[in-house]
């Protein structure tokens, strides 16, 4: 809490000039110019670290069997190909029986260290396609860094447990000059902890058993996500749902950069405060996500996240939609259209997305039905106040509801039903003056 107090008293307080209302951060530049005037820091590295919940295996696992999946130094990255490992389960998961349910606990482990001058870089590792974590690298300093990031994997046990080789694939965008001289030199470990006997999950609680990716395809000079740069560029992908799906789920992961990376604080001129991340199939809207506002390690200044890091910025959260209630136009064997965008974007969100799905164990089709669907077009509304020479205000509010029932039929559980509703609501206050600009 009194974190949250100090982050809020050093936005609503920050300096900012007309003419360069987002400059919200220090420069890497400006951070080691500051340093040098510092009193010398220790010779060792400086250990960062996000406060997050440890992952303890479920009582009786055992393990851990540990693989390195990459070991890499990321140095001018910028434009180029990801770094790409072949994948193939490991020996001790075909050891301990080799089925996705036998899984008890999956961590996927991001350690690394950097040293020089640099800034804080987001990075993506995915697997056959499917995003398994996006995050922030620390931001260096001139005694080194380090820093780990754990997480657990265990929902994507059923690309972790393929049998048929896939391709791991991580992209870290970094730029190496006589200016900045910082070089990522990363691991990335999975480990594993097993239960014996297995021990089915009940119907669609358990992780996926197919597991289909809605980004771009490999070969590329970027990461897999779909950059977004306005409020009318779409991610799309064309997709067929196996036909014995019962229940589906919808991962959305972003990442916000550039001229939207403090998109909370944006003026009407820059499309204003709010944000939507919709979702939509075949052209109809079925969930949208209004992000948390992650701070990553560079933001503001960068002296603040030293060595405790902001929520979220080592591993960014995903969002999940249910599209249960959908299936009933999905089932059919056809591909269908799954389409991302950002309302009111300005340059660049970084999106893309994975689709969770459950199958009858009997292979056999199941039959589905929307019985309702409401989806209203998005409220919102923006005022403007003048509040004396050289001070403004602007009101902005949102509003969003989205509902959806159906069942379906399957072989092995007879009638399911499923339901989805949300209902988001958004109000800012944004104060703009000459010299300085508050926003609550």
Request: contains cysteine.
């Amino acid at each position: 809490q009194l974190l949250l107090l100090f982050l809020l008293l050093a936005i609503t307080s920050l300096p900012i000039s007309m003419a360069s209302l987002h400059k919200l951060r220090l420069s890497a530049s400006e951070v080691a110019a500051i340093e040098e005037r510092a009193p010398p820091p220790p010779d060792q590295p400086t250990t960062f670290f996000e406060v997050d919940r440890p992952h303890r295996p479920p009582p009786g696992s055992f393990g851990p069997c540990s693989t390195v999946l990459l070991s890499h130094s990321f140095a001018y990255t910028y434009t180029k190909p990801p770094v790409t490992a072949a994948y193939s389960p490991p020996p001790c998961l075909a050891a301990a029986g080799g089925h996705a349910s036998l899984i008890s606990l999956a961590v996927l482990e991001w350690r690394a260290a950097c040293r020089g001058v640099q800034y804080d870089r987001i990075f993506g590792v995915w697997l056959g396609g499917a995003e398994l974590l996006r995050g922030c690298t620390a931001e260096p300093r001139r005694n080194g860094i380090a820093w780990s990031v754990s997480k657990d994997v265990t929902k994507y046990a059923s690309l972790l447990a393929a049998r048929n080789p896939s391709t791991l694939a991580v992209y870290l965008g970094n730029v190496v000059d006589e200016q900045y001289t910082g070089v990522y030199h990363a691991n990335l470990t999975l480990h594993l902890y097993f239960r014996h006997p297995s021990q089915p999950p009940q119907p669609g609680l358990g992780p996926a058993d197919v597991i289909v990716p809605v980004s771009r395809s490999l070969p590329l000079n970027d990461g897999l996500w779909f950059q977004i740069q306005n409020d009318e560029d779409v991610g799309s992908a064309s997709l067929a749902v196996p036909t014995s799906a019962y229940r589906a789920v919808l991962e959305v992961y972003l990442s916000y950069h550039a001229h939207d990376e403090f998109w909370y604080t944006n003026t009407i001129g820059s499309n204003g405060p709010f944000r939507e991340v919709t979702v939509s199939i075949d052209g109809d809207l079925v969930g949208a996500v209004w992000p948390f506002p992650v701070i990553y390690t560079g933001g503001i200044n960068p002296l603040l996240w030293r060595p405790i890091t902001g929520i979220g910025s080592f591993n960014l959260p995903s969002y999940d939609i249910e599209i249960t209630p959908f299936l009933g136009k999905l089932l059919d064997g056809k591909a269908h259209e799954f389409d991302l965008s950002v309302t009111n974007a300005k340059d660049a969100w970084f999106i893309d997305a994975n689709l969770h799905l459950w199958l009858d164990p009997r292979g056999a089709p199941t039959t589905a039905s929307t019985t309702s669907y409401d989806a209203p077009p998005l409220d919102t509304t923006t005022a403007f106040r003048p509040d004396g020479p050289g001070t403004e205000f602007y009101y902005t509010t949102a509003f969003r509801r989205i509902s959806a029932t159906g069942w379906v039929q399957t072989p092995s559980y007879g009638k399911i039903t499923a339901a989805w509703t949300q209902r988001l609501s958004y109000d800012n206050t944004n104060e703009v003056s000459r010299a300085t600009a508050s926003r609550w």
